[in-house]
């Protein structure tokens, strides 16, 4: 099944009927922690005086949004999502921004981005790559669009690795997150989906040897709130110490 075929439009269509309580589940069903792992991904970033930034699968904004709320004036943030409906929702809170005209939102997809080449100090992209099936070709996308030296940040859903943790984790995850998110959103597919896109996810080492793959080096993991969520980086031809 490539991401192409048949894994856009189903994703598409998931987040289109969702995007109107999308917001109100993931305060929700994270207890919030959602807005922490944020903005450790914003404050993770190194962006340059008139920078610009990619932001893929925005969503309804809130990554854009928090870096425009913590860096200088002078940053561009470019959003880009395949879901028109949460792309609506995303321009009804950017708009009410005082620099929200420092955000540009646009419709489109990570394989096909709109974008010259050498583009973007940094690419970010928040519970997104796990919707995505050929994870080496989107982050290969994102590569090309970076500017020499330019930074990855990959912020995504991940299971604890063992454990009476695990445990707990797994009964929340796949019994009783999809029932308040079908009580929340009517949409019992997609919070059946989320433990599954979750649990298919690659562990850290394999997930690291497709960011190598693609080009990426100097690449870092952190975990948060014990393991059920990932912070990864890296960067194109740049080895910081």
């Known amino acids: 099944m490539s991401m192409q075929t048949q894994e856009i439009p189903f994703v598409k269509e998931m987040f289109n ?8 589940l993931n305060r929700l069903l994270s207890l919030k922690q959602d807005v922490l792992w944020r903005k450790t991904l914003v404050g993770a970033m190194d ?27 002078d940053v561009l943030v470019f959003g880009i999502d395949f879901s028109a409906k949460m792309l609506e929702i995303a ?18 997809n990570a394989f096909t981005l709109p974008f ?49 943790l695990l445990s ?9 997150l999809p029932l308040i998110g079908l009580f929340f959103s009517k949409n019992k597919k997609a919070y059946t989906y989320l433990p599954e896109s979750v649990m298919n996810f690659p562990k850290d080492a394999a997930f690291i040897k497709i960011m190598r793959q693609a080009g990426f080096d100097n690449i870092r993991y952190k975990k948060m709130t014990m393991g059920i969520a990932t912070l990864y980086t890296g960067y194109k031809n740049s080895r910081p110490k």
């Open 91 to 108: 321009r009804e809170k950017i708009n009410i921004l005082p620099h929200g005209s420092k955000i540009h939102l646009i419709c489109g």
């Open 17 to 24: 009927k969702i995007a109107h309580r999308y917001d109100l």
């Open 168 to 176: 707990v984790y797994l009964l929340y995850f796949q019994k009783i």
């Open 116 to 164: 010259l080449r050498e583009t973007f100090n940094a690419v970010t992209i928040a519970f997104g790559i796990r919707n995505i099936s050929d994870k080496k070709g989107a982050l290969k996308s994102f590569y090309k669009s970076m500017k020499s030296g330019g930074m990855i940040l990959i912020l995504e859903l991940t299971a604890p690795e063992k454990g009476l």
């Open 47 to 73: 962006i340059p005086q008139q920078g610009k930034v990619l932001d893929v699968a925005c969503g309804t904004g809130d990554v854009p949004i928090e870096i425009i709320s913590r860096t200088r004036d």
